[in-house]
């Protein structure tokens, strides 16, 4: 190549390049007269502004007696974390899980993993650690440990009342019974700090641009009496241990306003130790369960033929002298009996006698009161989890459906509706809708929601039910099936229940469902209570089983509320819990 050729050469490329920066100049003074001078300057400012985050503490769950025990409460902890990249940089995990595997609780493989992370800055070694546990690991001096403030629920009252008030994760939120229902109400509203930052990354408090005021969470305050849900929940553990039940439940209810006093349901298990729980401790069998009540129902078929006017206490049936066969099926009585009026029917419970005044009752006037008593739809309990029921369309019965049904088989209740019955009876006929929750209230004092009693509905008129509440205390005196439900000087009304278990689709001739529900004083009444034990053994009668564990806590109760017998009414005393002779 000549040298004038690679001069020409030269020329092109400075030629080029000279016209690439100029194009490149110009793509500039575009990009620049185009930009938005607010937005970069919002940008700049972005730098040196800072946003916090206030947390609040979680409202408390109260009792509605008049010292408003606490039930749930945030307590003050610390947080347990470590920087694995300094750890491992220092060759120090090993020595340090050991060193502190002595002061708290953890999975040592578990941290030991996450400590060995040569990229992470963060990590836990544990959470919700009591302030004196953490000022111990504090003293330790240990390089790359570290501690925050943080809170947890606490339960001053451990397994107390477990399944209605649930627990709150390890992220702060509710997640079963009322933590879960009243989430809403108890996290509160963390508030907002955003402001400007100074060149040493100090906040300049008259640049502050926005503060949004934390709002505490509000308390909740229950219905619930903790001194008579201990009593409950003692009575039902002895008695779970002297009987060898499965499960149980006990629902003490205010009759006049459907407020509930106490609802036990074992098994149960510590919210402050929920991750250790089984999902049948969890479980609120009083109104998640449902089960066939077996003689107890009788109640409620027996009320509307009175109500309906088809039968009289008086009136007379041939009970078959305790076998009868009917739609092609036997149905027996525990006791043979030959005749027997309708109050005597109740009073020793016959399954024979019950059936023909169902027939006598018909089923669409049957159907109609078993749904004016709620039987097969919620009550509408201020509770997650409550069930329907099972009850079956009245056009889907059978030919003998009806005198099923009546003693408690093919229908499924929940303790909740089966208490409701007896409650409605007691309330002169009038199905109140039953609550938990009294009130909330918010960390300034004001009141953000309160329960008031709500009447749902008439399910039999008032004569109807002041007659079977004199029929239901016969129950409880000598002759009965209830008389272990008896409390010294007042009369008590209620029905006992033994139904089979339906076990792979048949009835078994070992595993009970044992019950009792009631109320007093008859004459007057002010609590109902319903008690039911699931499998006990070797006793498996709600007369034998469940009978003197409503006489024991309603005795206690009645101290308690202050609650006097009526005038003229005669001492009732208990029998002792027997070991023979059962009644149903």
Known sequence: ???????????????????????????????????????DRATAAKTRTFKQTLSVPRGRILDGSSSAGILALNIGVKDIWADPSLLMASNLVSRTVARLSTLLEFNVAEVTERLCRTNSRFAYIARSVPEEKADEVASLKLPGIHRDDASTRSYPQNLLLCQVLGFVNSDGVGSWGLEQLMEKYL???????????????????????????????????????????????????????????RAAFVIMQRIRTGEILAMASRPAFDPNRYREARDPQKINRAIS?????????????????????????????????????????????????????????????SNIGAAKIAIMLGNQRMDQYLRAF?????????????????????????????????????????GLQML??????????????????????????TVLLRRQPEALRRAIRSDTAALMCSLLARVCEEGGTGTKAGVEGFRVAGKTGTAQKVIGGHYSETDYMASFVGFLPAENPEIGMIVVFDEPQPLHTGGAVSAPVFGEIAEQAVRYLGILPAEGSAPVHRAAPSTSNETF
């Open 374 to 414: 709620h039987v097969g739809s919620k009550l509408g309990i201020d509770l997650p989890g409550e069930e329907g029921g099972i009850y079956p369309p009245v056009a889907k019965w059978a030919p003998i459906s009806s005198s099923r049904i009546a003693i408690g088989q093919g229908v499924s209740v929940t």
């Open 187 to 245: 996290k509160g509203s963390p508030g907002l700090i955003e402001s400007r930052l100074d060149g040493r990354r100090r906040e300049m408090m008259d640049r502050r641009i926005r503060e949004v005021p934390a709002k505490d969470g509000a308390d909740v305050v229950l219905t619930i009496d903790q001194n008579l849900q201990y009593m409950v929940e003692k009575a039902l553990d002895s008695a779970m241990e002297r009987n060898r039940a």
């Open 289 to 349: 369960h449902t089960y066939e009540p077996g003689s107890t129902f009788k109640v409620s078929v027996i009320a509307g033929a009175l109500d309906a006017g088809v039968v009289k206490p008086e009136t007379m049936f041939d009970t078959e002298n305790g076998r009868w066969l009917y739609q092609a099926r036997i149905l027996r009585d525990y006791h043979a009996y030959t005749r027997l009026n309708v109050a005597d029917i109740l009073k020793k419970s």
């Open 1 to 39: 190549m000549s040298t004038e050729t690679r001069g020409s050469t030269r020329c092109v490329i400075i030629v080029v390049l000279l016209g690439l920066a100029m194009v490149g100049l110009v793509i500039r003074l575009v990009v620049l007269h185009l930009e938005n001078p607010e937005q």
């Open 420 to 445: 409701s019955i007896l409650c409605t009876i007691a309330n002169d006929g009038v199905v109140m809708k039953p609550f938990i929750i009294k009130q909330v209230v918010a960390a300034d004092g």
